[in-house]
């Protein structure tokens, strides 16, 4: 049964005209656009629509009409529009050179700070190395001299201890 009603489901979004029949106004919406512009007298589309839109608010917005002062530069290699306050092409160019400039300037700080900090991180490591091996021959050296004084110790004691010994055992 779920396979069967599956498969109406999927028979029943075949069935649509459109994609979007479902989400209803989108649907008529689309399908008036569809039928504007299968018409010869209605150039118009949903872009052209939405930069009318546009232009309708920044002269609604913008008193001198100039975009806020905006130039829009196309970039036939990408087909892109980039809005900008600069004139020309060429000044985009420029500053676009000079931003690029700027990040690999600031690039190259920064692995430069990552290097330096790198090093210095590699420096205190081998002081801590060297401080560590410090401290184990220490350590050595202290054991070294706790066992002769053990050992110093053990011959002062078995010396003393010995003819006291001796003299108990000839006693009895």
Not at 91 to 103: C, G, N, T, V
Not at 111 to 139: D, F
């Amino acid at each position: 049964d779920e396979v069967r009603a599956n498969m109406q489901d999927s028979v029943d979004i075949l069935k649509q005209e459109s994609s979007v029949g479902k989400f209803g106004s989108l649907h008529d919406v689309v399908t008036d656009l569809t039928q504007d512009s299968k018409r010869e007298d209605a150039k118009e589309n949903v872009r052209e629509e939405s930069l009318r839109q546009l232009l309708m608010f920044l002269k609604k917005e913008i008193d001198d009409q100039n975009f806020a002062g905006l130039n829009r530069h196309f970039d036939p290699d990408t087909g892109t529009a980039i809005w900008s306050e600069l004139e020309s092409r060429e000044e985009m160019e420029k500053a676009l050179e000079k931003i690029s400039k700027q990040r690999r300037s600031e690039e190259f700080v920064a692995t430069k700070v990552k290097v330096e900090a790198k090093e210095k991180l590699e420096q205190q490591k081998n002081q801590i190395k060297l401080e560590k091996n410090a401290v184990e021959e220490e350590k050595e050296h202290i054991k070294q001299q706790f066992k002769q004084e053990n050992k110093d110790l053990k011959e002062q004691l078995s010396a003393k201890v010995q003819p006291a010994v001796t003299t108990c055992c000839v006693i009895q």
